[in-house]
């Protein structure tokens, strides 16, 4: 029933694209047919045992990402690879390492609980999730950024838009999201809410369809991907009540790290190449680029 | 070890909903067992296979299966009841899931109980006129009664840890309030497993004490 209808929003997506990318005299992307140019490094140069000198070397990247958000991270059932903002990092980043996403990437799905074990035990190089920055996490493993901040919103059934409009509205209600996720937390303890932790995103709007839960909560970015996906029947409502700034993964204490994933997130901002890959996944959704964030010192 | 302090409260939430997972689906387990077990070892021939097919299809089906089946095709068929909030409509297909997967594991442990009854006994209670009701009621089950208790107590054990998977269908029981705990403390993770299977092992304790005390009463009466 759904999925026609996916179906045909993707391929009135693609259609929009192709005759976007006519207008355009840049012209053809790097891999798929709606992902942004994005240029790879020949021969970078990085310091000597450095992790950026190694990843270069052996010419392979494994990045931890989200394959279930629409507009983020998300990977179409029987594609190859994952599309979305994040994995456009990713491709910027390896990009400058000299990589390119020919294979060489190994895009690694990481679901909220096993970012930082994956991480802690090298499983991934980097982790570019929807992983909003925070001091316990830095604890434990280091975040980069952040190179996008959206705040938690609220998705509703289309007729309930009037009486759920903002999280004073949660308490008593049956709210659903990811096992493990802030957001959950946030509903619950501080706005009263029924949680009811579920593994996906898309199962939770699975349930939203089906009444056994009244809302679905997470960060507004996601919601507006399964929003433009449903127009009619779900809703986007209030506005954001926390910030989230989502962060790029990497091992505790390598700073030259950092240093290298804030300077080359910093360019793709500077150059436009960071509004690019906004326009080409989230931007979709119908939402204005935002400013591009200030990016934090690493410590 | 501060952050069980800290979050005592919700632990203790979190294994009531366990507890109440275990008592309603245990329940269920319990009376259904016993009437599939009563079918299988019937003298109706279409009783006993429709006994042998439920336990071949509940017994090889893996228990998150079960329960992602009942949470995600109930609502299609329009089953989305609920008795409030607290007790929603993933607690009841939890509940529902979970009993339907023990009363295969509880009706084995009966059967295997009544095996253990010597054929004899069977015969001598037909020998003196009984019908096969009543000599399940007065001969076969009482004995059988204390051939049970150990397998039977295994597979309230079993439950008891199963109820984790509640979790995967958005139940907050013990488990859940395991993993929130877990993400808002990343630098407390083994001090939140432990306390977490410290919390498990005190049900499972109480469980296996009950079999046994049921046990050694048994035993008197030999």
């Known amino acids: ?299 | 070890m501060q952050v069980l302090i800290d979050n005592f409260g919700q632990i203790l939430d979190g294994f009531a909903k366990t507890l109440w997972l275990l008592l309603f689906s245990g329940t269920i387990a319990a009376v259904l067992g016993t009437i599939l077990v009563a079918m299988r070892v019937s003298p109706v021939a279409i009783l006993r296979f429709a006994g042998t097919s439920y336990i071949n299809v509940f017994r090889n089906t893996p228990l998150l299966l079960i329960l992602l089946i009942i949470a995600f095709a109930a609502p299609d068929l329009g089953f989305t009841y609920e008795i409030n909030n607290y007790f929603n409509f993933f607690f009841m297909a939890a509940t529902v899931g979970l009993g339907l997967y023990a009363a295969a594991f509880v009706c084995e442990a009966l059967r295997s109980g009544i095996n253990s009854i010597p054929l004899g006994q069977a015969e001598a209670a037909r020998s003196i006129g009984m019908t096969f009701a009543q000599s399940m009621r007065s001969v076969i089950l009482p004995q059988a009664a204390r051939a049970v208790i150990p397998p039977l107590a295994s597979t309230y054990i079993a439950l008891a840890k199963n109820t984790s998977v509640a979790l995967a269908i958005g139940v907050t029981e013990a488990s859940f309030i395991m993993k929130k705990l877990n993400a808002e403390n990343a630098v407390a993770r083994w001090q939140i497993f432990f306390g977490f299977a410290f919390g498990y092992m005190v049900i499972v304790a109480f469980i296996a004490s009950a079999g046994a005390l049921a046990e050694r009463s048994g035993a008197k009466t030999r």
């Open chain 1, 1 to 299: 029933m759904r999925y026609p209808k996916t179906k045909a929003l993707f391929a009135g997506a693609a259609l929009v694209m192709s005759l976007a990318a006519c207008g355009d005299d840049s012209g053809g992307g790097s891999g798929g047919g709606d992902s942004v140019d994005i240029p790879v490094e020949e021969n970078p140069d990085f310091p000597e045992g450095s992790t950026m000198a190694e990843l270069s070397e052996a010419g392979k990247i494994t990045i931890g990402v989200k394959i279930d958000q629409p507009g983020i991270g998300f990977q179409e059932p029987g594609a190859d690879t994952p599309e979305g903002f994040d994995i456009e990092m990713g491709r910027i980043i390896a990009g400058q390492l000299g990589i390119e996403d020919d294979g060489s990437i190994e895009w690694k799905e990481t679901i909220s609980d096993n970012r930082e074990p994956f991480l802690e035990e090298g499983e991934v190089d980097i982790v570019i999730a929807s992983y909003s920055i925070t001091d316990d996490r830095r604890k434990v493993v280091g975040q980069a950024g952040p190179y996008y901040v959206t705040g938690q919103q609220l998705l509703v059934r289309e007729e309930d838009k009037d009486k759920i409009t903002g999280p004073d509205d949660l308490a008593g209600v049956k709210v659903c999201s990811v096992e493990g996720s802030t957001s959950l937390a946030t509903a619950q303890d501080e706005f009263g809410a029924d949680p009811v932790p579920l593994g996906t995103y898309s199962e939770c709007v699975d349930q939203l369809e089906n009444s056994t839960v009244d809302v679905l909560t997470t960060d507004g970015a996601i919601l507006l991907g399964y929003a433009a996906e449903n127009p009619d029947e779900l809703e986007v409502v209030g506005e954001p009540f926390s910030e989230e700034r989502y962060g790029i993964g990497y091992q505790l204490g390598d700073t030259e790290m950092c240093e290298f994933i804030t300077t080359t997130i910093q360019d793709a901002m500077d150059d436009g190449l960071w509004a690019d890959a906004f326009e080409a996944t989230l931007g979709e959704s119908g939402v204005e680029t935002p400013e591009s964030p200030e990016m934090d010192e690493c410590l």
